[in-house]
């Protein structure tokens, strides 16, 4: 099946350094990736949609400045946390399919981030 | 209005018991509906698709009503393992994940 692997799965790094956090599919190509953030005992909020080859596309309230992804090919997607606060403290989460038609999206195992 | 709506529990249930969980949705054009299980600290998992038709995956049955916008799940003989967060999805017409904030069940002994 779908595999999606993500890295690292915990981090704590102090404020204002940066944190990346890799997202690999292991055995399909995605030429879409999604990047989540979830909050204890909340939904989970779509970040933003990576694509292979172009600029993400962020969702309404998400900076880009700050959280930068990167989809340099059909197997890697990376976020990188920037300036890191506090506040960026959360559980985020990438996920993939293999194509539009499959609707059984895989998920990493997510990063835990803590920054203090 | 939230997008897609849960009860967020908790659910206490004694073990063996039938608990059924509700989900309704704002956007009528969804075209795929979807429970995924949640464990604490861990990422989502599909725990499987809904259809109009309804379908069945062993003590699971989910149901989908597209004229009221409701989604529902049934766990039958409940086990141990299934406490979790159970958390309900609609994709839309862009393909766009739209995620409930989730139900906590919890199975008692």
């Known amino acids: 099946g779908a595999v999606v692997s993500q890295h690292p799965s915990r981090v704590i790094c102090k404020s204002g350094t940066s944190v990346k956090i890799e997202c690999r599919s292991l055995?399909?190509?995605?030429?879409?990736m999604f990047w989540y953030r979830q909050f204890p005992k909340k939904s989970l909020m779509l970040m933003a949609t990576s694509n292979e080859g172009s600029k993400a596309t962020y969702e309404q309230g998400v900076e880009k400045d700050k959280f930068l992804i990167n989809h340099a090919s059909l197997t890697l997607s990376t976020l990188t946390v920037t300036s890191a606060h506090p506040e960026d403290s959360s559980f985020y989460i990438c996920?993939?399919?293999?194509?539009?038609?499959?609707?059984?999206?895989?998920f990493g195992s997510g990063t835990r981030l803590t920054v203090v | 209005r939230k997008e897609v709506e849960q009860d967020p529990g908790p659910f206490n249930v004694p073990e063996g018991a039938t608990v059924a969980f509700n989900c309704t949705y704002s956007?009528?054009?969804?075209?795929?509906f979807f429970w995924y299980r949640q464990d604490c600290r861990k990422e989502p998992k599909l725990l499987m698709s809904?259809?109009?038709?309804?379908n069945e995956d062993g003590r699971f049955t989910a149901q989908l009503n597209r004229a009221s916008q409701y989604i529902s799940l049934l766990i039958r003989d409940s086990k141990l393992s299934d406490s979790a967060t159970y958390l309900c999805v609609v994709m839309d017409s862009n393909y766009q994940l739209i995620w409930g904030a989730g139900t906590k069940l919890i199975i008692k002994p």
């Open positions: 956007n009528s054009a969804s075209q795929s």
């Open positions: 996920s993939a399919s293999p194509d539009r038609n499959n609707y059984g999206y895989t």
């Open positions: 809904v259809y109009s038709s309804g």
């Open positions: 055995d399909f190509q995605a030429t879409t």
